[in-house]
C-alpha cells in the first residue's frame, strides 16, 4: 500500500498502476485528464508537494509520503481566481486541457507573484493546447497574477468567474464570456471518459498489425474462457451492417475471415471486459491468423501498372476536373510562367480529449443510448442503428462536453463498437481509444502533390492556372470525394483568373484513412499555388504584395473556379489590411491569401434547425449543432439576447440529444455560426413577433411572460446548386470568408510575428473570433514548419510527442485584424441583410494561409522556392 495526502487528507491506495489511473478510477477525481499516457502533454498535471507532475507517467508508489494536490482540491476562493481570470481572458475552448493549465499557473504564481510574459510561457511549455494558440492562456495567467496581488494571496475577496457580470447584454458585436469557461476551468465538466455507470465493462478492440493482409483464420476461445470477460464479438456478431462510411459504406466495423485488411486500424475482434486490464488480457489471447501482402503506400505504388486493387471499384475514388475557358492556351500567351511540384504530409489533429463512447443497452422500450463526443450526434445516430440493425428512433445519442475535434471525430471510431458491445452484454460498455491507438485509427490530414503551372501577362494579371492535385486518401473513403472537391475547387486561390483547369485524384493506398481536417483540403493547395504566385511575382518584377492586389478577386466578378464573389467579398480590404506591416519588414515579410466556403455548398442539403422554449424568466435554445471548442453555444446566446432583448443569463443552450434538439447538420465547413445561427435568429424572430402579437409593447421580461409555455422553431435552409463550370449562370453558394496573413521574419530569421487580416462577416463574439485566429494560426505554423505523421509501413511512428505540435515557448505574437466590407451582410448597420446578421466561417479560413505565408517569408529572405512541408532546414523548426 501507498501512503500520501489527497488534497489534504490522508490516503492509502495500492501501488503497481499510475497516479492519474488512482485519481481518476478509485478517487474518481477528473480533473486531470488522460491524453497522451506519455507525459508529454500536461493534461494530468497535479501538484506533488508543490511541484508539477504529468500524473500518467508517474507510478504511485513515487508519491509515499507525498502531498499530492488536485484542480479540485484548490480551495473555493483561490480557484475562483483562475476561474475569473480565464474565463475573462477568452483562454478557454474545448476545455480538454486546461485543468492543466490551471495546474501549472499555480504552480508558476505560488513561486513568482508576478512573472513576466517570458516565465509564464515558459512554465505551461510542457502544457499542450490545440486550441487556442496559448496567446489567451497566458494573458489568463498574466490576470491570475494581478488577481492574486490584489486579494493578498492565494485566496479571499476576488470572487468567481462564473459570479462577473462582463455584459449585461451580451448580444452579437459583444465581448460576451463563454457560456461553458467557468465549468471548464473549474474541471467540472464531464467528457465522456469521466463518467462511469454501475456494471459497466470496458471494451477494446483487437487490430491488424499488417498494413494489408488477408485475415486467414481466428480463435476467440481462449478469450471467452477468461473470467472476467463479458463478450467477444468477431464480424458474425453484428445483427446489422457491417459497414459504416461517411460518404460511402465500404469501412467495416470489423473484418471477416478471406477478407483483406486495408489499414493497421482495421478491427478483428472486439472484447468488454470488468476492466481495461482484463479487456487487455482477452485480446492477447485472441488468436489471428494473417497472410501479410505487400501494402500500397503512395499513390503512385496504387496507380501503377499491375497494382493489387484495393477496392471494388479500384484504386482512384474520386476524379474531378474544373475546367473555365482555355488554361493552356492562356499560359502559351502568358509573359511570365511559373511552374512547380508542391507535396505535403500526413498530418494528425491531435485533439487533446482521444475518442470515447458509453453505451447502454436497450431499456424498456427497446431504446439504446450512447453518450459521445462526435461532431454530429445524428450521424452517429444512424451509423449505430446500422450497426445494430435496428430503425434510428431506437437509438439516441446524447453529447457530452467534446475535447477538440478538427473534422477528426466525423467517422465512427467507437460509437458503434461500444453500442455494440452493450447490445450484446446487456450491461453499459465504455470504449475509450489510447492516444496511440487513436492516432492509428482515426482520419488524418490528406497528403497531397500538387503539380501546377500558373502565368501572367506584363502587367502581372493572371493568366492561366493549371494543376493535378494528387491525394493519398488512404483505406476507405471517408470524406475523400469531398476533400478533394474543396481543394479542386479553391486550388486556383481568391483571384480571377479566367482560364483554369484543375484535375484532382483521390487515391486509395493503405495508410491510415484521410479524410475533413481543418481548412478540408485548401491548405494544401494554397500552399502550392501561393508559394508559385512569389516566384511569378519576382519574374514581372512586383512585390508580393503587388500581384495579389492587382489579381484579388472583388464583388461581383468571377472567382478561379467560376462562382460569383458576394457583396460581402473584403479580400482587397484584408490587403490593404497588411499593406503597411509588409512595406515595412524590410524585405522579410511573407503573404499568403486564402478564401475557404461557409456551408457544405455545391447543391448538398444544408439545414439548420433550432427549437426554442419559452419559460418564464428565460428560453431553452436546442439544437444538435456540435460544440467542439469553436463556442457555438455562446454564438447562439448572443443571437437569442440580440433578438429578444435579453441578458446572457436567461438563455439555456441545451446539449446536442437526438431525444430533443432538431438536427442542425455535422460540424464541418465552418457552417454552424452561419446555418444554425440563422435558425436560432429565426425562431427567436418568431418568438419575438408571437408576443407583440399577444400585446402590442415590446419589453424583454413582459414579452416572455407573455409566451411562457410555447414553443418555437427555427429552420434555414442554404441553398446551392451543384458545381458546374460551364452554366452561363452563376452558381449559387453560401458565402466565402477571406484572409490575408503575413509571417515577418526577424533578423535571426526566426518567425518574429504574424498578423492575420479576416474577412468573415459581422464579428458576433470578438473574443472567440480572435480566439479562432489565434488558434488557427499556430495550428498553420506548425503545419508550415514541423508538424508531420511519421508512417512507417502505413504504421504511425512515435506518439503525440511525435506529431511537431508547437508549444508555447514558440509562438510568436499574433495580431489578429477583423476585416468587413463596410454596408454588407448585415441589417444591424443598415447594410444588406445577410443570414445569422451576416456572419461567415472562421474556424477553418484561420489556418488556410498560413503554411504558404510562412514559406513566403523565407523566399524573401533568401530567394530559395520551398516546395515541401513541413519547411525542415528552416532554423525554426525542430
Given at each position: 500500500?501507498?501512503?500520501?495526502?489527497?488534497?489534504?487528507?490522508?490516503?492509502?491506495?495500492?501501488?503497481?498502476?499510475?497516479?492519474?489511473?488512482?485519481?481518476?478510477?478509485?478517487?474518481?477525481?477528473?480533473?486531470?485528464?488522460?491524453?497522451?499516457?506519455?507525459?508529454?502533454?500536461?493534461?494530468?498535471?497535479?501538484?506533488?508537494?508543490?511541484?508539477?507532475?504529468?500524473?500518467?507517467?508517474?507510478?504511485?508508489?513515487?508519491?509515499?509520503?507525498?502531498?499530492?494536490?488536485?484542480?479540485?482540491?484548490?480551495?473555493?476562493?483561490?480557484?475562483?481566481?483562475?476561474?475569473?481570470?480565464?474565463?475573462?481572458?477568452?483562454?478557454?475552448?474545448?476545455?480538454?486541457?486546461?485543468?492543466?493549465?490551471?495546474?501549472?499557473?499555480?504552480?508558476?504564481?505560488?513561486?513568482?507573484?508576478?512573472?513576466?510574459?517570458?516565465?509564464?510561457?515558459?512554465?505551461?511549455?510542457?502544457?499542450?493546447?490545440?486550441?487556442?494558440?496559448?496567446?489567451?492562456?497566458?494573458?489568463?495567467?498574466?490576470?491570475?497574477?494581478?488577481?492574486?496581488?490584489?486579494?493578498?494571496?492565494?485566496?479571499?475577496?476576488?470572487?468567481?468567474?462564473?459570479?462577473?457580470?462582463?455584459?449585461?447584454?451580451?448580444?452579437?458585436?459583444?465581448?460576451?464570456?463563454?457560456?461553458?469557461?467557468?465549468?471548464?476551468?473549474?474541471?467540472?465538466?464531464?467528457?465522456?471518459?469521466?463518467?462511469?455507470?454501475?456494471?459497466?465493462?470496458?471494451?477494446?478492440?483487437?487490430?491488424?498489425?499488417?498494413?494489408?493482409?488477408?485475415?486467414?483464420?481466428?480463435?476467440?476461445?481462449?478469450?471467452?474462457?477468461?473470467?472476467?470477460?463479458?463478450?467477444?464479438?468477431?464480424?458474425?456478431?453484428?445483427?446489422?451492417?457491417?459497414?459504416?462510411?461517411?460518404?460511402?459504406?465500404?469501412?467495416?466495423?470489423?473484418?471477416?475471415?478471406?477478407?483483406?485488411?486495408?489499414?493497421?486500424?482495421?478491427?478483428?475482434?472486439?472484447?468488454?471486459?470488468?476492466?481495461?486490464?482484463?479487456?487487455?488480457?482477452?485480446?492477447?489471447?485472441?488468436?489471428?491468423?494473417?497472410?501479410?501482402?505487400?501494402?500500397?503506400?503512395?499513390?503512385?505504388?496504387?496507380?501503377?501498372?499491375?497494382?493489387?486493387?484495393?477496392?471494388?471499384?479500384?484504386?482512384?475514388?474520386?476524379?474531378?476536373?474544373?475546367?473555365?475557358?482555355?488554361?493552356?492556351?492562356?499560359?502559351?500567351?502568358?509573359?511570365?510562367?511559373?511552374?512547380?511540384?508542391?507535396?505535403?504530409?500526413?498530418?494528425?489533429?491531435?485533439?487533446?480529449?482521444?475518442?470515447?463512447a458509453l453505451a447502454y443497452p436497450p431499456d424498456s422500450r427497446g431504446v439504446v443510448m450512447v453518450r459521445t463526443g462526435e461532431q454530429n450526434v445524428y450521424d452517429g445516430q444512424k451509423f449505430i442503428a446500422d450497426t445494430l440493425g435496428i430503425p434510428r428512433d431506437r437509438v439516441r445519442v446524447v453529447s457530452e462536453y467534446v475535447g477538440g475535434g478538427f473534422g477528426g471525430k466525423e467517422d465512427q471510431t467507437v460509437q458503434h463498437t461500444a453500442a455494440l458491445l452493450a447490445w450484446l452484454s446487456g450491461r453499459p460498455v465504455k470504449c475509450t481509444l489510447g492516444r496511440a491507438e487513436s492516432t492509428r485509427v482515426h482520419v488524418k490530414r490528406h497528403a497531397m502533390t500538387v503539380d501546377l503551372r500558373v502565368g501572367c501577362d506584363a502587367q502581372g494579371k493572371l493568366c492561366g492556372f493549371s494543376a493535378r492535385v494528387v491525394a493519398d486518401t488512404g483505406a476507405y473513403a471517408s470524406l475523400g470525394g469531398p476533400v478533394l472537391h474543396r481543394a479542386v475547387t479553391h486550388a486556383a486561390g481568391p483571384y480571377v483568373n479566367a482560364d483554369v483547369y484543375v484535375e484532382g485524384l483521390a487515391v486509395f493506398t493503405n495508410n491510415p484513412p484521410a479524410g475533413a481536417f481543418r481548412g478540408f483540403g485548401v491548405p494544401q493547395v494554397t500552399f502550392a499555388t501561393e508559394s508559385a504566385l512569389n516566384v511569378l511575382a519576382a519574374k514581372a518584377g512586383l512585390s508580393p504584395w503587388e500581384i495579389r492586389f492587382r489579381n484579388?478577386?472583388?464583388?461581383?466578378?468571377?472567382?478561379?473556379?467560376?462562382?460569383?464573389?458576394?457583396?460581402?467579398?473584403?479580400?482587397?480590404?484584408?490587403?490593404?489590411?497588411?499593406?503597411?506591416?509588409?512595406?515595412?519588414?524590410?524585405?522579410?515579410?511573407?503573404?499568403?491569401?486564402?478564401?475557404?466556403?461557409?456551408?457544405?455548398?455545391?447543391?448538398?442539403?444544408?439545414?439548420?434547425?433550432?427549437?426554442?422554449?419559452?419559460?418564464?424568466?428565460?428560453?431553452?435554445?436546442?439544437?444538435?449543432?456540435?460544440?467542439?471548442?469553436?463556442?457555438?453555444?455562446?454564438?447562439?446566446?448572443?443571437?437569442?439576447?440580440?433578438?429578444?432583448?435579453?441578458?446572457?443569463?436567461?438563455?439555456?443552450?441545451?446539449?446536442?440529444?437526438?431525444?430533443?434538439?432538431?438536427?442542425?447538420?455535422?460540424?464541418?465547413?465552418?457552417?454552424?455560426?452561419?446555418?444554425?445561427?440563422?435558425?436560432?435568429?429565426?425562431?427567436?424572430?418568431?418568438?419575438?413577433?408571437?408576443?407583440?402579437?399577444?400585446?402590442?409593447?415590446?419589453?424583454?421580461?413582459?414579452?416572455?411572460?407573455?409566451?411562457?409555455?410555447?414553443?418555437?422553431?427555427?429552420?434555414?435552409?442554404?441553398?446551392?446548386?451543384?458545381?458546374?463550370?460551364?452554366?452561363?449562370?452563376?452558381?449559387?453558394?453560401?458565402?466565402?470568408?477571406?484572409?490575408?496573413?503575413?509571417?515577418?521574419?526577424?533578423?535571426?530569421?526566426?518567425?518574429?510575428?504574424?498578423?492575420?487580416?479576416?474577412?468573415?462577416?459581422?464579428?458576433?463574439?470578438?473574443?472567440?473570433?480572435?480566439?479562432?485566429?489565434?488558434?488557427?494560426?499556430?495550428?498553420?505554423?506548425?503545419?508550415?514548419?514541423?508538424?508531420?505523421?511519421?508512417?512507417?509501413?502505413?504504421?504511425?511512428?512515435?506518439?503525440?510527442?511525435?506529431?511537431?505540435?508547437?508549444?508555447?515557448?514558440?509562438?510568436?505574437?499574433?495580431?489578429?485584424?477583423?476585416?468587413?466590407?463596410?454596408?454588407?451582410?448585415?441589417?444591424?448597420?443598415?447594410?444588406?441583410?445577410?443570414?445569422?446578421?451576416?456572419?461567415?466561417?472562421?474556424?477553418?479560413?484561420?489556418?488556410?494561409?498560413?503554411?504558404?505565408?510562412?514559406?513566403?517569408?523565407?523566399?524573401?529572405?533568401?530567394?530559395?522556392?520551398?516546395?515541401?512541408?513541413?519547411?525542415?532546414?528552416?532554423?525554426?523548426?525542430?
Amino acid at each position: 500500500m501507498v501512503h500520501f495526502t489527497l488534497n489534504g487528507v490522508a490516503a492509502e491506495a495500492e501501488g503497481g498502476r499510475s497516479l492519474l489511473s488512482y485519481l481518476r478510477d478509485e478517487a474518481r477525481l477528473t480533473a486531470a485528464k488522460l491524453a497522451c499516457g506519455e507525459g508529454v502533454c500536461g493534461a494530468c498535471s497535479v501538484l506533488v508537494d508543490g511541484a508539477v507532475v504529468r500524473s500518467c507517467s508517474v507510478a504511485l508508489e513515487k508519491v509515499e509520503g507525498k502531498s499530492v494536490l488536485t484542480l479540485e482540491g484548490i480551495p473555493g476562493p483561490e480557484i475562483g481566481l483562475y476561474e475569473r481570470a480565464f474565463v475573462e481572458a477568452g483562454a478557454v475552448q474545448c476545455g480538454y486541457c486546461t485543468p492543466g493549465m490551471v495546474i501549472a499557473a499555480k504552480a508558476l504564481l505560488d513561486s513568482n507573484a508576478s512573472p513576466s510574459e517570458t516565465e509564464i510561457r515558459a512554465a505551461i511549455r510542457r502544457n499542450l493546447c490545440r486550441c487556442t494558440g496559448y496567446v489567451k492562456i497566458v494573458d489568463a495567467i498574466r490576470r491570475a497574477a494581478a488577481y492574486r496581488s490584489a486579494a493578498g494571496g492565494t485566496a479571499g475577496g476576488a470572487g468567481r468567474g462564473r459570479d462577473v457580470e462582463v455584459l449585461a447584454h451580451g448580444g452579437v458585436g459583444e465581448r460576451l464570456v463563454r457560456v461553458d469557461a467557468a465549468v471548464k476551468a473549474r474541471g467540472e465538466a464531464r467528457y465522456v471518459d469521466d463518467l462511469v455507470e454501475p456494471g459497466m465493462l470496458y471494451g477494446a478492440a483487437l487490430r491488424s498489425p499488417h498494413a494489408r493482409a488477408r485475415l486467414v483464420a481466428l480463435d476467440v476461445s481462449a478469450a471467452q474462457a477468461l473470467p472476467g470477460v463479458a463478450v467477444v464479438a468477431t464480424w458474425k456478431d453484428i445483427p446489422g451492417s457491417r459497414f459504416t462510411g461517411s460518404v460511402q459504406p465500404d469501412w467495416p466495423t470489423l473484418i471477416a475471415e478471406g477478407e483483406e485488411t486495408h489499414y493497421v486500424g482495421d478491427a478483428v475482434a472486439l472484447v468488454a471486459a470488468e476492466t481495461p486490464a482484463l479487456a487487455a488480457r482477452a485480446l492477447s489471447l485472441v488468436r489471428a491468423e494473417y497472410e501479410a501482402l505487400p501494402p500500397l503506400l503512395s499513390p503512385a505504388e496504387a496507380l501503377a501498372d499491375g497494382a493489387p486493387v484495393l477496392h471494388a471499384g479500384g484504386n482512384v475514388l474520386t476524379r474531378l476536373v474544373l475546367e473555365r475557358g482555355d488554361a493552356e492556351g492562356a499560359l502559351a500567351r502568358a509573359a511570365f510562367v511559373v511552374e512547380g511540384r508542391f507535396t505535403t504530409p500526413f498530418t494528425d489533429h491531435a485533439f487533446m480529449e482521444t475518442e470515447s463512447a458509453l453505451a447502454y443497452p436497450p431499456d424498456s422500450r427497446g431504446v439504446v443510448m450512447v453518450r459521445t463526443g462526435e461532431q454530429n450526434v445524428y450521424d452517429g445516430q444512424k451509423f449505430i442503428a446500422d450497426t445494430l440493425g435496428i430503425p434510428r428512433d431506437r437509438v439516441r445519442v446524447v453529447s457530452e462536453y467534446v475535447g477538440g475535434g478538427f473534422g477528426g471525430k466525423e467517422d465512427q471510431t467507437v460509437q458503434h463498437t461500444a453500442a455494440l458491445l452493450a447490445w450484446l452484454s446487456g450491461r453499459p460498455v465504455k470504449c475509450t481509444l489510447g492516444r496511440a491507438e487513436s492516432t492509428r485509427v482515426h482520419v488524418k490530414r490528406h497528403a497531397m502533390t500538387v503539380d501546377l503551372r500558373v502565368g501572367c501577362d506584363a502587367q502581372g494579371k493572371l493568366c492561366g492556372f493549371s494543376a493535378r492535385v494528387v491525394a493519398d486518401t488512404g483505406a476507405y473513403a471517408s470524406l475523400g470525394g469531398p476533400v478533394l472537391h474543396r481543394a479542386v475547387t479553391h486550388a486556383a486561390g481568391p483571384y480571377v483568373n479566367a482560364d483554369v483547369y484543375v484535375e484532382g485524384l483521390a487515391v486509395f493506398t493503405n495508410n491510415p484513412p484521410a479524410g475533413a481536417f481543418r481548412g478540408f483540403g485548401v491548405p494544401q493547395v494554397t500552399f502550392a499555388t501561393e508559394s508559385a504566385l512569389n516566384v511569378l511575382a519576382a519574374k514581372a518584377g512586383l512585390s508580393p504584395w503587388e500581384i495579389r492586389f492587382r489579381n484579388a478577386v472583388r464583388p461581383g466578378q468571377r472567382l478561379s473556379n467560376g462562382q460569383v464573389a458576394g457583396p460581402d467579398t473584403a479580400l482587397e480590404e484584408c490587403l490593404l489590411a497588411v499593406r503597411r506591416d509588409f512595406e515595412g519588414a524590410g524585405g522579410r515579410a511573407g503573404i499568403a491569401c486564402g478564401f475557404k466556403n461557409t456551408g457544405l455548398g455545391m447543391g448538398h442539403p444544408d439545414v439548420g434547425r433550432c427549437r426554442l422554449v419559452v419559460a418564464v424568466d428565460h428560453v431553452e435554445v436546442l439544437t444538435g449543432a456540435a460544440s467542439v471548442g469553436q463556442g457555438i453555444e455562446t454564438v447562439l446566446t448572443q443571437i437569442a439576447c440580440q433578438v429578444l432583448g435579453l441578458e446572457p443569463r436567461q438563455v439555456v443552450v441545451r446539449t446536442p440529444d437526438t431525444a430533443s434538439t432538431p438536427d442542425s447538420g455535422t460540424t464541418t465547413a465552418s457552417r454552424q455560426t452561419l446555418i444554425t445561427g440563422e435558425a436560432c435568429r429565426r425562431a427567436c424572430q418568431e418568438a419575438w413577433e408571437a408576443a407583440l402579437s399577444s400585446d402590442g409593447e415590446a419589453v424583454a421580461d413582459f414579452a416572455l411572460s407573455v409566451i411562457a409555455g410555447r414553443e418555437f422553431r427555427g429552420e434555414y435552409r442554404a441553398e446551392t446548386d451543384p458545381f458546374d463550370t460551364t452554366a452561363a449562370d452563376p452558381v449559387r453558394h453560401v458565402a466565402y470568408s477571406y484572409a490575408c496573413q503575413l509571417v515577418v521574419l526577424g533578423s535571426d530569421l526566426r518567425i518574429q510575428r504574424v498578423v492575420a487580416a479576416h474577412d468573415s462577416g459581422l464579428v458576433v463574439n470578438p473574443v472567440a473570433f480572435e480566439g479562432q485566429v489565434e488558434g488557427g494560426v499556430v495550428m498553420g505554423l506548425g503545419y508550415a514548419l514541423t508538424e508531420h505523421l511519421v508512417l512507417e509501413n502505413g504504421a504511425p511512428v512515435g506518439g503525440l510527442g511525435r506529431l511537431g505540435l508547437l508549444r508555447s515557448v514558440d509562438v510568436p505574437p499574433i495580431q489578429v485584424i477583423p476585416v468587413r466590407k463596410m454596408g454588407a451582410g448585415s441589417a444591424l448597420d443598415g447594410g444588406v441583410s445577410g443570414a445569422a446578421f451576416g456572419a461567415k466561417g472562421i474556424g477553418e479560413i484561420s489556418s488556410i494561409p498560413t503554411a504558404a505565408a510562412v514559406a513566403g517569408a523565407y523566399y524573401a529572405a533568401d530567394a530559395e522556392l520551398r516546395d515541401r512541408l513541413p519547411l525542415l532546414g528552416t532554423p525554426y523548426a525542430r
